[in-house]
C-alpha cells in the first residue's frame, strides 16, 4: 500500500521541478528494498544507519508512549536478527545530533557543497 501512495506523490513532485527526494524508512529486506526501486522512476541511494541500541533507548524514552515501546521492541529485534544490515549504499554513525548526521549524509551525497557550514548553505 506505501508503494501505492508513493508512486504518484513522487510523479507529482518531479513535474513540479524537485530534483531530490529523501525517504526515511526501514527496510528489512533485499527484496523489499528492490522493491522500493522498481516503483521509483530514479536512482536510489540508501543510507544505513548505525546506531547502538542503548542510544535508541535513550532517544525513545522521553517519549514512552505504546507505540514507542513496540518501536523499541522491533528495533531491538532488527538489531538481534540482523535485519536491514548490509542495504545501503554507504553507511552512516548515527550517534550524534540530527543536524550533524544529516550535515554528513548530505555531503557524502553530493548534494551540498563542501564548504557547507552550519550557518546556511554552501558559499
Known amino acids: 500500500m506505501m508503494l501505492a501512495n508513493l508512486v504518484p506523490v513522487v510523479e507529482n513532485y518531479l513535474e513540479a521541478g524537485v530534483r531530490y527526494f529523501i525517504f526515511a ?5 533485499a527484496a523489499e528494498l528492490e522493491s522500493l526501486r522498481s516503483a521509483l522512476s530514479m536512482p536510489l541511494k540508501v ?4 546506531v547502538p541500541f542503548s ?18 521492541r522491533d528495533a531491538k529485534a532488527w538489531l538481534t536478527t ?6 545501503g ?11 550533524d548526521a544529516a550535515a554528513d549524509i548530505l555531503r ?6 563542501q564548504d557547507y557550514h552550519r550557518g546556511g548553505g554552501g558559499e
Open 82 to 87: 540482523g535485519e536491514g544490515v548490509g542495504l
Open 25 to 29: 524508512r526501514g527496510v528489512r529486506t
Open 108 to 113: 557524502r551525497l553530493d548534494w551540498v557543497a
Open 47 to 50: 543510507v544505513e544507519l548505525i
Open 55 to 72: 542510544e535508541i533507548e535513550r532517544r525513545l524514552a522521553p517519549d514512552i508512549t505504546t507505540a514507542r515501546q513496540e518501536d523499541l
Open 89 to 99: 549504499d554507504l553507511s552512516v554513525p548515527n550517534d550524534r545530533s540530527l543536524r
